[in-house]
């Protein structure tokens, strides 16, 4: 059995997201050895951040810059003389940024990360060069942290179809074909796993899907991630979603994956697996009750895989969890308490010998603590078994 995982654009590009690495080490420790896991964003991010994706760009805002001249529709929109003049805006500072742009990324990955003024000058050039980018497909706009697909909305399901198939206003259709399709479908994966955790994931992580399914039908594709464990109930309604995407898994992800990938190798019993939403003989089948994680039974995150030298830092910063949920669960804002059922701390003395399993594989000495909230006193405990 041969496992992919995929984490989709966009995501801050400093340091990777926790979710594949967390399930990569499950599956790594549950015997599963063949898995994969690639960070679409950063990879994308690298390779449009170069001269060398500018020599190809170029010609692309010439030939719209043409095609517009001859025949533009209206004054906004795609197609539009609202287009041509963000085309022509974009060549006109091409030159600029095509000498700095390589230099920015440097920047961010170097001593310059630490000079405020010199880290928000790169990031204003990184935005300024995605912003070249999407005038190609105008009026979608993309960021160093967010894609915005124009009139599309990603709370329309409607419009959700339409933009994953829209040439002319999804940068990622492109992208996808050319720089990540090649070399996942002749890796040939059993099984794909595409996480989406944010806003900014859902079209670009639902484009993905659709081209890995029209392309390679016979790979089982599955999505995770917080978003559709808030939309337990909007899957239901939403049969389309399911020619796009086999199944998905809501809530916590690692027991839920190891299973699915065991019954995808034995007897493909589906009901066995926990947390899965799936659609069987027409039938859309939610998994319940909803299974939680005993963390203390978890292992040290793997990042084995994760081009930690691509990230927009001088140093690895590697995401860890000493505990899962929020124990006050209270505040009337906040969202975050839909992700996990209940609270759970992880023993203080285990968390610290993922920190030196960490530093030692991966020669990280900084770490970002993903908890929602922190106890007082395990994590006093923490603190003094760090020292």
């Not at 790979?219 to 995407?245: A, E, K, M």
């Not at 992700?339 to 594989?361: A, I, M, S, Y």
Request: hydrophobic share 35%; proline share 6%; with cysteine.
């Amino acid at each position: 059995m041969k496992v992919s995982l995929l984490f989709p654009p966009t995501w801050h590009p400093s340091q990777p997201y926790l979710s594949l690495p967390s399930l990569t080490g499950f599956l790594t420790q549950a015997g599963i050895k063949n898995v994969t896991q690639r960070d679409l964003g950063i990879e994308l991010l690298d390779k449009v951040l170069t001269q060398a994706f500018a020599h190809n760009l170029y010609p692309q805002l010439v030939e719209k810059q043409r095609s517009l001249e001859r025949e533009h529709t209206g004054q906004i929109g795609p197609g539009s003389a609202e287009q041509l003049a963000r085309v022509v805006e974009s060549l006109d500072r091409f030159p600029y940024l095509f000498e700095r742009i390589e230099l920015a990324k440097d920047t961010l990955r170097g001593e310059g990360f630490y000079d405020i003024e010199a880290y928000r000058n790169s990031l204003f050039l990184i935005d300024k060069w995605l912003e070249v980018l999407s005038s190609l497909y105008f009026p979608t706009r993309m960021t160093v942290v967010d894609n915005q697909f124009g009139d599309y909305s990603i709370y329309s399901s409607k419009d959700l179809m339409k933009v994953i198939r829209d040439k002319q206003q999804n940068p990622y259709i492109g992208l996808f074909n050319e720089h990540v399709l090649p070399s996942l479908l002749t890796d040939r994966p059993d099984l794909v796993g595409v996480s989406i955790t944010a806003t900014s994931q859902i079209i670009p992580g639902l484009t993905l899907c659709r081209l890995i399914k029209e392309q390679a039908p016979e790979i089982h594709v599955t999505v995770g991630g917080s978003i559709f464990t808030r939309l337990v109930d909007n899957l239901r309604r939403c049969p389309w979603l399911f020619d796009l995407v086999d199944d998905f898994v809501v809530f916590e992800g690692e027991t839920a994956l190891l299973e699915l990938v065991n019954q995808m190798d034995g007897k493909r019993d589906f009901s066995k697996v926990p947390n899965l939403i799936y659609r069987q003989n027409g039938k859309i089948t939610v998994n319940q009750p909803f299974y939680s994680e005993n963390i203390n039974q978890l292992t040290a995150p793997n990042y084995d895989g994760f081009p930690l030298d691509l990230y927009l830092s001088p140093e690895p910063v590697l995401p860890v969890q000493f505990s899962r949920g929020c124990y006050y669960k209270d505040c009337a804002f906040c969202a975050l308490t839909l992700d996990h059922q209940n609270f759970r701390q992880r023993d203080p003395g285990k968390t610290v010998d993922d920190l030196v399993w960490l530093k030692e594989r991966y020669g990280a000495e900084s770490f970002f603590f993903t908890d929602e909230c922190f106890a007082l006193s395990p994590t006093k405990r923490l603190c003094q078994q760090m020292i």
